[in-house]
């Protein structure tokens, strides 16, 4: 199986790294969270507009009528996030490395990125930002701090728990001082791959337009960072034994262990398998990669029946492992790590990372039917 065919490299966008003001739209509390509001973003795209003109105006949404970035902090799961957002600049590629303004992380499928810049361009909205992250810089950074400690111009629990406070950064002088500060700065993406390649179709296709620009929001991963943790893999139709000899084949020690032993061997250099009934540790003997690099480029092209299957805990990893298919969990990759992978201009498998939480659909949205206003 051929586990690199399907995705490609998305381009990069170039610096410097620039969040443009632009005026939000947030979806009523009652409506953040909801279900029936990610529903409201379906098919047909077309009728999203006129569907959010008809909120606004039953008092669903509102939409501010001056430009500005916002600081969003958001709470679940009993963990603090907070990062600006602003529109993304885009109308730049750039030409190397040391250029890059965004790292990916990750590959891209084309098809999909098509689907999403067609339904963006027939919404003419960005429903949400992704997610990027960065070690900001001090002045910033202590600037965020400080706004947060100042009441919010809005505060609220969401429908799915998520409790939210905005502040909108509307100040000419504040706004020019981010911008100086994150111009030299790159950041990765979190969350939203497919929906940053997307943005950059739509930029390359209308050039000097309102999609020269894209949703984002931008997390201090050395501030409120966001949890990274690793997402596991089931391989349908490889026995476990089928894995450790190919491990071994790919010079990795292994060792057979007890359930306990097994999960406590997890580590930077370590992976954990079973199936449900043997547990095995693999020790993996490249440490110049990460364990889900070594796993996808040594493992997977020579277990050719291999059916991946991704998943974002242990329990549900386990629940799946059975005599003729194997659960194997890997360790979380470190951020700095992560970013020394995207440093030496390499990419990381699919479904490599999960950064979370991630904030709830409404919370700050933005219309491409009010962007001409907003470009600077």
């Known amino acids: 199986m051929d586990f690199a065919a399907t995705v490609v490299t998305p381009p990069y966008a170039a610096k410097p790294l620039r969040l443009v003001p632009f005026c939000g739209m947030t979806l009523s509390p009652a409506r953040v969270g909801d279900p029936a509001s990610a529903r409201a973003f379906a098919r047909p795209y077309r009728s999203v507009a006129g569907r959010l003109r008809e909120w606004q105006r039953r008092g669903h949404v509102e939409t501010d009528e001056t430009p500005a970035l916002y600081l969003h902090e958001y ?18 590629r750039a030409t190397g490395l040391e250029d890059r303004a965004v790292w990916p992380h990750e590959g891209i499928h084309p098809v999909q ?37 100042t009441p ?19 100040d000419a002088g504040h706004v020019d001082m981010i911008d100086d500060h994150l111009a030299g700065s790159s950041a990765l993406i979190a969350d939203g791959h497919h929906r940053y390649a997307a943005y950059l ?90 364990p889900v690099e070594w796993l996808h480029r040594e493992l997977l092209p020579v277990l050719e029946s291999a059916q991946v299957a991704f998943h974002h805990s242990v329990e549900e990893a386990l629940t799946l492992a059975d005599p003729t298919s194997c659960a194997v969990l890997l360790p979380a990759p470190d951020f700095d790590e992560v970013v020394r992978v995207v440093n030496a201009g390499r990419l990381l498998p699919e479904k490599a990372t999960s950064f979370q939480p991630k904030p709830s659909l409404g919370v700050l949205m933005r219309s491409l039917h009010a962007a001409p206003a907003e470009r600077s």
């Open 75 to 92: 709470t679940a799961g009993g963990l603090t996030v907070r990062g600006i957002v602003g529109a993304l600049d885009l109308s730049h």
């Open 113 to 149: 990125v098509d689907e999403l810049a067609d339904r963006m361009l027939e919404m003419a909205m960005n429903p949400a930002p992704i997610l990027l992250v960065h070690d900001g810089p001090a002045p910033v950074r202590t600037f965020v701090r400080r706004l947060a400690t």
């Open 152 to 170: 919010p111009d809005r505060e609220f629990t969401d429908r799915a728990g998520q409790q939210h406070r905005l502040w909108r950064i509307a």
């Open 201 to 290: 179709r739509l930029q390359q296709e209308h050039p000097g337009t309102a999609w020269d620009t894209g949703l984002a929001m931008l997390v201090d991963q050395g501030d409120t960072g966001l949890f990274l943790g690793a997402i596991h893999r089931t391989l349908r139709t490889v026995p476990l034994d089928a894995l450790l000899v190919a491990a071994r084949e790919a010079g990795a020690p292994t060792r057979a262990l007890g359930p306990e032993a097994a999960l406590g061997a997890l580590s930077p250099g370590t992976l954990t398998a079973t199936d449900g009934a043997s547990w095995a540790a693999i020790d993996v003997p490249d440490h110049g990669s990460l």
